[in-house]
């Protein structure tokens, strides 16, 4: 698919021709590389873009000079007296068993839309430094999704809301208390037909109790929920399937064939890592194990989920019903007569519907939350006629405390708020000014509303419009509870005093009902003492430890399938442009916004970082931007050119009312005449990292169509936008085979050495012999780390960026940075695309310090800042770097990262709790990159060599597993294996031996630590042939 | 007209020249010598405390062991200052009157914090961890003096990366038997060499590998 130039020898060509049938197709990265532009070339051939080094900026060059001039002046001062004094400040009581910077680990609960999963938190000195998952949790079974992990951040936000406000004036928390008992005493006499409360979605059983109190009390008074992305349509749509409320429960393991309709149960969401976990599992292939499951995946936006199928079919989300029940009706499940379909199309459907009646009882079919209530409905009926029930789907008593249409209660709240219903409003959370529907203008309702109370971590859009605003604990600040997507609870416990006085929800209820004398704590535990067996102390003790009530899940639930299920087949009526909404997989739906991490975060699919942007298919940006392409199908180079240069063209979006002017980002694998927007974007009041960062998408949503719609008027704006993605960064030549090798399962099966082929021997015909190294030949007689990557298990989720990120304390750089290709992340994930640009197979690589044994990076440094350890690990030395970068000039993986100016921020106060303190603060001027831990592998050393020498053992002995890197730590499908080459029997010795296992670019003799086990899919062999 | 520089005035520019490369060199020589002072690492300065707790009292006279105070040592990388109620097991009866121990007091009563000052510093780069030295024979006293002798505790060592590799090199010059970790009094016997290698390979000590970066920097 490359179209490159052919400079390079026709031998070389003629061998790649050859091998790309045995090795996968070539891979591309990007419309850029397509059209072999400029700008690409340089990103392939240098390091850092060109200029990158420089200070171009005239202003930042003067204040540049200016401080160098200070900081001259001060190191004149400064020399002439001792190094600053530092003081010590030990407990005045330590408490019993506590031994100093040794950090301990408490389970706690983070919760994502109302819906929990277990952590365990790092403390040291009691100060919150890491979030972990917790393995005995069924919601996390020891990993996390990216929002847990960045949670940490935004715990330490020094933008976070510090005071309560008064209608944007300072206050306090005793005032906000009398004037509440105010209100409510004059709500007493009406029976509280003036209150509304607002919350998100709530699984807490504390506050449900709460909440049930607050009703009894005020039986007029009414409770309403609302998030952006919630759970609506699946509630209704079990409604519909079987006249009663139930949640769904997949279980993977056994499933031979999944078919997803625009359902990404790969993203964070309730079930996240449990369900990415079994799925996965079930695609692990190895020398004894030539079976794997099989996905489909008919969706409207490429997502993590797209990324891992066999087989995908782009299709606009309203036709995703029709797909569906002409599926069905292949499964004899009701009628779709009418519905019109691409021969592709058609063929796939007979093909997914003979894959599914083969596997009767061992599939899945899932549909996304995004599809609305009557395709679950019938969804529910398909499982039923393939027998899942019972088997790979089962059906629980909903999780959530009141599951509620949340479009029906804001337009509702709205309506009330109108009418002049409501005197006293309390919103929990949230932020309805910001995404509520746009279409009921509840930011100039809540104006009107006499007394409105906004409990929220930040001083954001509703906050400033309430009358009072509440600063709100964090949750690693607070005490509370949540269940989880199969019903588990578990505790959330805090790790540090409130910040900054925060308060939590149970307190504005206690507040409410007169029960101000209960502290966080008790209100919590008083709950838990009415619920739990005695003796009360063991049970609630054993909950805190082991971080969830045991036997708290809800139990399987039998139902009967209604007739009413399968539904009507309606022809879609369709015009002009869809648009289709989704939360965001980096900030979600804007409660993020402020987080550096997050914001940096390059998104799974189209590596944008710091903006959104209206992602659609190359043929439908040649349409709306109405280039001049002579034929789409059959692109020149030119054209790929003129299309790479399409990205950040700004479009006018005119849809059902709202206006939005938004930059354009060509995605390949979008379906055609179809436009996905990210939600959470356009703060304008977040913090100093959220504000006015991308384009607010809430305001094309509106109640009747929140998730999509079409009917979109598009026109070109004539401008553009610099859109920031990281796609084309740190980019290896184009040796396809030697970088990402994929392969299928039939070839696997029948011969499973066959991607064992390296180019290079063929090329050079050195096979056999060891390639001469000058290099001296190191023995690794202690431990030789390394790590294997399972290509098959990794979706490019991102978790591992970011407990990189949190672990290692890596800075963030901004949008203008990033732009110039100096993002820091120590572990990046390149993503690659296969075939053509309508609808390519999307493969995903996690890349970091491979820590080859012959690395090129040490031999170039000429102060030896870079070295080899015994244990094989590279060793970063930043005290001894001076920043020649010589060592990154030389890397062939590209993964070096240079402080280029000081990205860490050392100034603020809370930040500097957050730090890990085991690794060091980098300054501006240093070269850093991954150690794979080795603070952690240093802790595991020096604690088997402790209790070694203690027990007078000849030898130290690290276990297996007793190393794990954050990274892996928090992979959900655990596709990273760290672990010991040196002991035949570790985990990581055992995948390296495997025969799919190869290393990126080994030609150059560098002989990395880290491999990788090849890509191989499973396709239909009915659709192989295409 | 009189010549101004006459052929006497290049001896003068020669002076001037050499004299000024010679001040440059001396310069450089002076502050490199100036950054690796005792001086400017604050070696042998006894640095006053909030409380002039005694160490010459309390381990040279009375006894006490290091880690009655510094329970991390063994434990951890840290070995910390004690707490406001390690102090107040025994002076809660001895000295209760003493206004030097103010603060001790006043600490245990109210739970603020005493802001001891940091003697010795290292750079926040180096990861010095306290627990692998003192379970592998290397005694108290090889880094941090004769506390026992000190009324107030001053730094024995320069603490220099140099310093620090010339044990990381040849641990046996230095490594003395577990159980005399503790022992201020401890003196090196004249045979060490052949102890010590005996030591190392008793305590299984890689000592090539105590010379790789990330054992203390990372």
Redesign the interface.
């Given at each position: 698919m490359t179209t490159n130039s052919n400079n390079t020898s026709l031998d070389l060509n003629a061998i790649r021709a050859r091998l790309s049938g045995s090795q996968g197709q070539q891979l591309w990265r990007s419309l850029d590389e397509l059209a072999d532009t400029d700008e690409f070339r340089e990103l392939v051939e240098r390091e850092f873009p060109q200029g990158a080094a420089e200070m171009t900026d005239p202003v930042s060059r003067r204040t540049f000079l200016k401080l160098m001039g200070a900081s001259l002046a001060l190191a004149g001062i400064s020399?002439c007296t001792?190094?600053p004094?530092?003081?010590?400040?030990?407990?005045?009581?330590?408490p019993a068993g506590w031994?100093?910077?040794?950090p301990v680990f408490y389970a706690s609960t983070f919760v994502l839309n109302g819906y929990g999963s277990g952590v365990l938190v790092k403390s040291l000195e009691s100060r919150p430094i890491k979030i972990e998952g917790n393995a005995a949790h069924p919601a996390s079974l020891g990993a996390t999704d990216v929002f847990a992990q960045a949670s940490l951040l935004t715990m330490y936000d020094p933008d976070r809301s510090q005071l309560v406000l008064k209608n944007g004036q300072a206050s306090t928390w005793e005032d906000f208390t009398a004037e509440l008992q105010n209100a409510l005493s004059v709500q007493e006499t009406s029976q509280g037909a003036g209150l509304r409360i607002l919350t998100e979605t709530v699984t807490s059983p504390t506050m449900a109790d709460q909440l049930n109190q607050l009703l009894t009390t005020y039986p007029r008074a009414k409770w309403y929920q609302y998030e952006p992305v919630n759970r609506t349509n699946s509630h209704k749509g079990a409604q519909l399937a079987f006249g009663e409320d139930v949640d769904t429960l997949y279980d993977f393991s056994q499933t031979k064939v999944v078919v997803s309709l625009d359902a990404d149960f790969m993203s964070p969401g309730p079930g996240y890592v449990p369900y990415s976990r079994a799925f996965t599992n079930g695609r692990k292939v190895s020398e004894e194990h030539r079976e794997m499951n099989r996905l489909y995946v008919v969706e409207s936006t490429p997502s993590t989920t797209g990324a891992t199928a066999d087989h995908r079919i782009p299709l606009q989300a309203h036709k995703i019903d029709s797909f569906a029940r002409t599926l069905a009706q292949r499964l004899g499940v009701g009628s779709a007569a009418g519905a019109e379909f691409t021969e592709h199309e058609e063929k796939m459907l007979d093909v997914i519907a003979r894959d599914l009646e083969e596997h009767r009882g061992a599939n899945v079919v899932l549909v996304g939350e995004h599809q609305p209530p009557e395709l679950h409905a019938l969804v529910h009926a398909i499982n039923d006629a393939l027998g899942n029930v019972g088997s790979t789907v089962n059906y629980i008593e909903p999780v959530e405390v009141r599951p509620a249409d949340h479009y029906v209660d804001i337009a509702d709240l709205t309506s009330e708020i109108n009418a002049g219903l409501v005197e006293m409003l309390v919103i929990i959370g949230g932020n309805p000014v910001f995404n509520a529907p746009a279409d009921l203008r509840f930011d100039e309702q809540l104006e009107s509303v006499n007394f409105s109370v906004h409990l929220s971590l930040y001083v954001d859009e509703t906050s400033s419009l309430a009358t009072w605003h509440i600063p709100a604990a964090h949750f690693l600040e607070s005490w509370s509870d949540a269940r989880a997507f199969d019903g588990t609870a578990s505790l959330v416990q805090p790790l540090i005093e409130p910040l900054y006085a925060g308060k939590t929800v149970h307190e504005i209820f206690a507040e409410m009902l007169g029960q101000s004398d209960q502290s966080n704590y008790e209100i919590v535990q008083t709950y838990w003492q009415s619920q739990l067996d005695a003796p009360f102390e063991e049970a609630w003790h054993n909950a805190l430890s082991l971080g969830l009530f045991d036997g708290t899940a809800s139990p399987v639930k039998t139902v009967t399938l209604q007739g009413s299920a399968v539904g009507e087949f309606v022809a879609s009526e369709s015009e002009g442009i869809e648009v289709v909404f989704r939360p965001d997989p980096s900030i979600w739906d804007g409660s993020f916004a402020n987080n550096g991490w997050l914001q940096e975060l390059p998104k799974p699919q189209t590596k944008l970082t710091w903006d959104n942007a209206a992602l659609m298919s190359p043929h439908t940006a040649i349409g709306v931007l109405g280039l001049n392409i002579a034929d789409p199908n059959n692109p020149t180079i030119n054209d790929y050119e003129g299309l790479a240069l399409s990205n950040g063209q700004m479009i006018d979006l005119d849809y059902r009312g709202g206006k939005l002017r938004i930059p354009v980002w060509i995605t390949p694998g979008m379906p055609e005449d179809s436009i996905t927007l990210y939600l959470g974007y356009g703060r304008s009041k977040a913090g100093r990292v959220g504000d006015g960062v991308g384009f607010n998408t809430y305001a094309l949503r509106t109640s009747d169509a929140p998730w999509f719609g079409s009917g979109a008027e598009v026109t070109n704006a004539g401008e553009r936008y610099s859109l920031v993605s990281t796609q084309d960064h740190w980019i290896l030549e184009d040796r396809d085979a030697s970088i990402y090798r994929v392969g299928n399962l039939k070839e696997f099966a029948h011969d499973p050495e066959y991607l064992k082929h390296e180019i290079h021997h063929e090329e050079f015909g050195d096979a056999e012999h060891e390639q001469f190294s000058l290099h001296p030949n190191a023995v690794y007689k202690?431990n030789a780390w390394g790590v294997v990557i399972n290509l098959n298990a990794c979706n490019g989720c991102n978790v591992c960026v970011i407990a990189c990120q949190a672990e290692n304390n890596i800075p963030v750089v901004g949008k203008a940075q990033v732009a110039v290709g100096r993002e820091m992340h120590w572990l990046r994930i390149d993503r690659y695309y296969s075939g053509d640009f309508d609808n390519p197979a999307t493969y995903l690589q996690p890349m970091a310090c491979y820590q080859c044994e012959q690395a090129p990076c040490e031999v170039v440094c000429p102060v030896a800042a870079t070295?080899h350890?015994?244990?094989g690990?590279n060793?970063m030395?930043?005290?001894r770097c001076v920043g020649t970068k010589y060592c990154s000039n030389n890397c062939p993986y590209k993964v070096r990262r240079f402080n280029f100016i000081q990205y860490t921020d050392i100034e603020s106060p809370s930040l500097k709790l957050m730090y890990n303190p085991?690794?060091?603060?980098r300054n501006r001027g240093v070269m850093e990159k991954c150690?794979y831990c080795?603070?952690r592998i240093?802790a595991a050393r020096?604690e088997a060599?402790?209790r070694?020498?203690?027990q007078g053992?000849?030898?130290?002995i690290i276990e297996d597993g007793a190393i794990v890197m954050a990274c892996e730590a928090a992979c959900p499908t655990e596709a990273i294996t760290f672990g010991d080459l040196n002991n035949p029997e570790s985990r990581v010795s055992k995948l390296r031996a495997e025969p799919i296992n190869y290393g990126v670019l080994t030609e150059l003799n560098t002989k990395p630590r880290t491999t990788y086990l090849a890509r191989i899919n499973n396709p239909n062999a009915e659709l192989e042939t295409e | 007209m009189v010549q101004i520089f006459r052929p006497s005035a290049n001896l003068l520019s020669r002076l001037s020249i050499f004299g000024t490369i010679l001040v440059l060199v001396e310069l450089i020589l002076i502050?490199g010598v100036f950054f690796r002072s005792d001086y400017?690492r604050?070696v042998n300065i006894a640095i006053e405390q909030p409380v002039p707790y005694s160490h010459a009292l309390h381990i040279g006279e009375l006894g006490l062991d290091c880690r009655y105070c510094h329970?991390?040592v063994a434990?951890?990388?840290?070995?910390?200052?004690?707490?406001?109620?390690?102090c107040m097991a025994c002076h809660s009866m001895i000295q209760v009157n003493n206004p030097d121990l103010a603060p001790i007091f006043d600490?245990?009563e109210?739970?603020?914090?005493?802001?001891?000052?940091?003697v010795h510093?290292l750079?926040?780069?180096v990861?010095f961890?306290h627990?692998?030295h003192v379970?592998?024979g290397i005694g108290c006293s090889e880094c941090h003096g004769q506390i026992d002798e000190m009324e107030v505790v001053w730094q024995e060592q320069a603490l220099y990366m140099g310093w620090c590799l010339d044990c990381h090199r040849a641990p046996e010059k230095y490594i003395r038997p577990?159980e005399d970790v503790y022992d201020m009094d401890y003196v090196h016997p004249a045979n060490q060499i052949t102890v010590g290698r005996s030591l190392v390979q008793e305590?299984?000590v890689?000592v090539?590998?105590l010379t790789?970066?990330?054992?203390c920097?990372?």
């Open positions: 020399g001792y190094q004094r530092q003081y010590i400040a030990p407990y005045a009581n330590a031994v100093p910077n040794v202690y070295n350890d015994r244990e690990i060793n030395v930043y005290n085991d690794v060091t603060v150690t080795v603070q240093s020096i060599k402790e070694a020498v203690q053992d000849p030898e130290y | 502050t400017w604050q329970t991390g434990q951890s990388s840290y070995a910390n200052i004690p707490d406001a109620e390690t600490s245990y109210t739970g603020a914090t005493i802001e001891w000052v940091k510093d750079p926040d780069f990861y961890n627990s692998i379970n592998k577990r305590y299984n890689n090539d590998q790789d970066c990330f054992i920097h990372r």
